[in-house]
């Protein structure tokens, strides 16, 4: 089964950590074809409760099929700043011409 | 009573009040510093010297009852860069200058005696005044001896032994409620003030007429629902008020933009020791305040009051920039030195981020090496005392590369970068090359819903969009910086359309205008090409748009990306 490297941030580590999830860059073995949605579902976090998930250190979407030495952080709302947006954790649109 | 600008002349120690000019009527904070400036101050002229002025401008919203308004703008050519300058700050003095009906303090010319003074400002004017017994002392001394002689609620603009050395990382610290500081921190206006010879400004708004507003009943309600969209918001709501900005360290190490070892890399192996989630914890443990206001009115309350090992004060405003600078950049991984080096750098009085770089091309340059915290804090001392080697570091960080033949030195303008590698944050790296004042990345820190929302996405990574998302920022900053506003309600405005008319909607109803959101942005517009206009006079052209050649030469891991926009490319940041 696939390992992943696994982060939670800022509000989402209280709950995790209850259950003794490791928060930060910790290895967790996930199910083959685990997704971040399906995770959430897993650990028993609300969809709202998470407003980005990094892999691999970009945001990206909540179906994508975690593969073995993926690296997945959960955000939950929260970031601040113009970073929202530069980071594509809020899929703001902005103009391309 | 009508609003008045004061004129301070140091070399002849008179003061004037004179009436505002039309053209000044509308303006406030940002758009009229660098208004004044522009007007007013030689472009060509030293930084130091007798043609230069310093501006003080409360925010057009600053003093009344809306929200997070408290905001105070320092304007003046540089120290540091040499371009134009505005620094952005809150504490008490901006609303106090408000109420007293002060639409701008323009101090200008030098003393003829080699001594220094005070400026007090109160509801008959502003009168000057020698100063001998804080002369040499750091900001908390004097900070508490200005209270004791004007009272508990006065605000106070000071310098520190930085500023009094005309150091170009020197800044002004401003008193808080509470009596701890904010900054006006960078551009090195602290070297400014010292070079007119003020220890510092107490300003006393007993007694004090208020801010006019033409239309009450519409400023009410558009402050009450400005108010709930911060409230409502999970940023400014909750996110900032439980972990500070510091909130950022994580997030940009996950997303590979956290500037490590001296921007070798974008993520730190200590970043967990010193993040939000680790600062919130001790700060809790210790008997700290995981929140507080840097001033009344403030509901965001991204502060912080930060406690040593024994549960004594240490720290407060201990900012995300502050932590990534003497953290990830300089590699210590101890949250208690950095905590000590910002109680060190708010009493010597200069610029957290300035030092940081510093003392991180101090670290390039072998001097130190990195990881080492009590090196970090000798330096940072080297600085108070003026040393020699203090004046070398308290010259900024251009000045260390140069002196010791450094390539890797991360400046634009002469300005550090800050906390978000270019490489893998693409969109602020043009920021950092564009800003009319040097690398900073408050320059493009404000969203306006109604200029965003056009296009596609960006990718960080990535160079499509980033100049038009960079440009966007950097305009509706401008204008926010004008109002006196905290920058952070921009998270609240990125998603409620309707924080973002309240803004206007409040502007309109103190000022008994009929301006729009497109007005707005037109203001915003306006200051940065009269900002621009200002730095082309002073010798500033395109070239001076760049950064450094390594952020070229070099991948940035774990992303492994370059900087790599054409000098066309960035040039048409200017295009509108």
Redesign the interface.
């Known amino acids: 089964m696939p390992q992943i490297v696994f982060?939670a941030?800022?509000?989402l580590?209280a709950p995790l950590q209850a259950q003794g999830v490791d928060c930060?860059?910790s290895a967790m073995t996930v199910a083959e074809g685990m997704t971040p949605a399906l995770l959430l579902r897993q650990l028993g976090l609300e969809r709202e409760a998470v407003e980005a998930v990094?892999i691999n250190?970009?945001?990206g979407d909540f179906e994508t099929v975690l593969h073995d030495g993926d690296r997945l952080?959960l955000?939950?709302?929260?970031?601040?700043?113009?970073?929202?947006?530069?980071?594509?954790i809020?899929?703001?649109?902005?103009?391309?011409? | 009573m009508a609003e008045k600008i004061y004129r301070v002349n140091m070399t002849t120690l008179t003061v004037s009040a004179e009436d505002v000019p039309a053209a000044w009527a509308a303006l406030g904070g940002r758009a009229l510093t660098s208004t004044i400036v522009a007007q007013e101050v030689k472009p060509d002229c030293h930084p130091l010297g007798q043609y230069n002025k310093l501006v003080f401008a409360p925010g057009m919203l600053t003093g009344t009852a809306c929200a997070n308004s408290g905001r105070l703008s320092a304007g003046g050519k540089s120290p540091l860069t040499g371009t134009i300058k505005e620094s952005n700050a809150g504490g008490s003095a901006s609303q106090c200058l408000a109420r007293l009906n002060v639409k701008a303090i323009i101090i200008e010319g030098l003393p003829q005696k080699d001594c220094f003074y005070s400026l007090h400002v109160d509801t008959s004017g502003i009168t000057i005044a020698e100063e001998t017994e804080l002369v040499g002392k750091g900001n908390y001394e004097v900070i508490t001896a200005v209270r004791k002689r004007r009272g508990d609620k006065v605000g106070v603009l000071s310098i520190g032994p930085a500023g009094e050395m005309k150091m170009a990382l020197a800044n002004i610290s401003v008193r808080d409620p509470e009596g701890n500081m904010r900054s006006h921190g960078r551009g090195g206006l602290g070297a400014l003030m010292g070079s007119k010879k003020i220890k510092y400004i107490s300003i006393d708004d007993a007694g004090a007429p208020g801010v006019a507003i033409a239309e009450p009943e519409k400023f009410k309600e558009a402050s009450r629902v400005f108010a709930k969209c911060l409230l409502d918001h999970p940023v400014t709501g909750q996110g900032l008020k439980t972990y500070g900005t510091d909130i950022l360290v994580n997030i940009l190490h996950e997303a590979g933009g956290l500037p490590t070892q001296n921007f070798r890399t974008g993520r730190f192996d200590g970043h967990d020791k010193i993040s939000g989630e680790t600062m919130h914890d001790t700060i809790v443990e210790r008997g700290g305040k995981p929140s507080h206001g840097c001033h009344a009115g403030c509901i965001i309350q991204c502060s912080q009051v930060y406690n040593d090992k024994k549960g004594k004060y240490l720290t407060t405003g201990f900012e995300y920039e502050t932590i990534w600078g003497f953290g990830a950049d300089c590699c210590i991984d101890d949250l208690d030195s950095i905590a000590e080096a910002d109680h060190l750098m708010d009493d010597t009085g200069i610029d957290s981020i300035e030092s940081a770089v510093t003392v991180s091309v101090a670290m390039e340059a072998g001097i130190i090496p990195f990881g080492d915290g009590k090196g970090m804090l000798n330096l940072l001392s080297e600085i108070g005392k003026g040393s020699h080697l203090g004046r070398l570091l308290g010259a900024g960080a251009a000045a260390v590369g140069k002196a010791y033949g450094l390539t890797r030195v991360p400046v634009v303008k002469g300005q550090g970068i800050p906390a978000y590698d270019p490489r893998s944050v693409k969109g602020i790296g043009i920021t950092y090359a564009t800003s009319t004042m040097g690398a900073d990345h408050t320059a493009g820190y404000s969203t306006a819903t109604n200029i965003l929302k056009v296009g596609g996405f960006v990718d960080p990574l990535k160079k499509e969009g980033q100049v038009e998302l960079s440009r966007n920022l950097q305009i509706a900053t401008a204008l926010i910086d004008s109002t006196g506003l905290c920058l952070f309600v921009a998270f609240a405005v990125l998603d409620k359309p309707e924080a973002f008319n309240a803004i206007v909607d409040m502007v309109n109803a103190k000022y008994g205008s009929s301006i729009t959101g497109d007005d707005g942005i037109g203001l915003g517009k306006s200051i940065l090409k009269l900002e621009r206009g200002f730095n082309a006079a002073a010798g500033f052209t395109s070239v001076h748009d760049r950064l450094p050649e390594f952020f070229a030469d070099e991948q940035c891991p774990p992303h492994n990306t370059t900087w790599d926009f054409t000098e066309k490319e960035i040039d048409s940041f200017w295009d509108f």
């Open positions: 982060s941030l800022s509000f580590r930060c860059e990094f250190g970009k945001a952080a955000l939950p709302p929260g970031t601040p700043g113009p970073h929202r947006v530069l980071l594509r809020k899929k703001q649109e902005v103009p391309t011409s």
